[in-house]
Structures are given as C-alpha cells and as structure tokens.
C-alpha cells in the first residue's frame, strides 16, 4: 500500500514537472516570435520612407 502511494506520488510529481516544462517551453517560443514581430516591423518601418 504504501509503495502503491508512493508510485501515484512520484507520477503525479513527473506530470506536474512536464507541464511545468511544457508551458515554459510554450512561453519562451512566443516571447521570441513576438520579438521577432516588433524587428520585423521596426525593420520594414525603417526601410519605407513613410
């Protein structure tokens, strides 16, 4: 019984570990796509006369 409680435990924390990762992983991609958007459109803004 007590390892059985153990195991759940051990699962519940992998699960927890992997969504945590799995959000940071999420965030960190559109913080990059959202820099590279502001560049992209401070770049085209430069080039253009207006």
Known sequence: MGSRTST???KNT???NFA????QIRVS?????TISEIQNTGHSR???PW
Do not use: P, Y
């Open 46 to 48: 430069r080039i253009s």
């Open 14 to 16: 992998t699960v927890i």
């Open 29 to 33: 991609i559109g913080f990059s796509c």
């Open 20 to 23: 945590r990762s799995h959000a």
């Open 8 to 10: 759940v435990s051990r």
